[in-house]
């Protein structure tokens, strides 16, 4: 696609399936195309040109929601998908705060809504905001079940673990599926890189990626990542490992300031050669703000 081309809104949803028991409602990453609007804008910029994805639990006739996406209509296809397999009981689990995640609440009014007490804190510090944006998540429909630590449900015979975990956002969830080996991991594992919201926290998310790490989770469902490898069921634990190595590099390029200099490709050169991450141009944006970032910490 060589022209900018505006698509309707929810027209490129695919519904991928990683695991017999998980839906992958995945969006974005398409040459040239926008969903939203041609002006800048959060949808656009922030997820749909990087690839977005939202998750579904599903076993009998329960689903669990990790994440409502970046849009009602999108959240209303995935309920419909939902629905149409047979679902008839339906929970939601907010993984972090930000609008992405979030923005389709509303479809899901009248379910539970599982989030941490730090998401809500966030979410209503930041209502107006979000009520606000381009385009604007109104109203935004709040949690209704708030957790205070770790928390373990059920989705009909499946054990679901929820771990708090401070990467990316103060206020990260991670939904663990140990009987399956799957984590889904929200934004706190990003591939090829982690967007950076919080650098001031940097030096604890490397501690919390050391300590996902001994989790052992042999497959990895991140909300922002490669379509291809989402659909095959996932990434290895090695992406937690090229995840530290970016974070420590970021960090040292206050010391080094010729790193601070390199483009993404040259950046994470090592990770890219051995096969552990893919290139992906628009993260070249997302990478040189990581680092502006992390330059104007005090």
């Known amino acids: 696609m060589s022209a900018l081309a505006l698509l309707p809104l929810g027209s490129t949803l695919r519904v991928l399936r ?17 969903a939203h609007s041609a002006a800048p804008n959060w949808l656009d910029d922030g997820a749909y040109a990087l690839g977005v994805c939202a998750y579904a639990v599903v076993e009998g006739t329960e689903a669990l929601v990790y994440d409502t996406h970046i849009s009602l209509t999108h959240a209303r296809l995935m309920r419909q998908t939902l629905e149409e397999a047979g679902v008839t009981s339906i929970r939601v689990v907010l993984s972090h705060w930000h609008d992405d995640h979030v923005a389709g609440n509303g479809a899901f009014a009248t379910c539970e809504i599982i989030a941490l ?3 809500e804190r966030a979410l209503a510090a930041n209502r107006v905001a979000l009520e606000n944006g381009d385009p604007p998540i109104f109203p935004l429909v709040m949690p209704n079940r708030i957790v205070t630590g770790p928390t373990e449900l059920k989705v009909g015979r499946l054990d679901v673990r929820l771990e708090p975990a401070e990467i990316h956002s103060h206020d990260g969830l991670i939904l663990l599926l140990p009987e399956l080996g799957l984590m889904l991991a929200g934004d706190t594992l990003e591939e090829p890189i982690t967007y950076v919201a919080e650098p001031e926290r940097l030096g604890v998310h490397v501690e919390e990626l050391k300590r996902i790490r001994q989790w052992g989770y042999a497959r990895i469902l991140p909300n922002h990542g490669a379509p291809e490898m989402i659909a095959a069921g996932g990434y290895g634990p090695e992406l937690i490992d090229a995840t530290i190595r970016y974070v420590n590099k970021l ?7 010729a790193l ?18 893919t290139y992906f141009a628009p993260y070249e944006a997302v990478h040189a703000n990581n680092v502006k970032k992390v330059l104007a910490l005090p």
């Open 251 to 257: 960090l040292h390029t206050r010391i080094d300031m």
């Open 18 to 34: 990683p695991h017999p028991n998980v839906y992958a409602f995945y969006d974005g990453r398409i040459d040239g195309a926008r």
């Open 117 to 119: 007490d730090s998401t």
């Open 260 to 277: 601070a200099d390199q483009d993404l490709s040259t950046f994470i050169a090592g990770d890219l050669g051995s096969g552990t991450l």
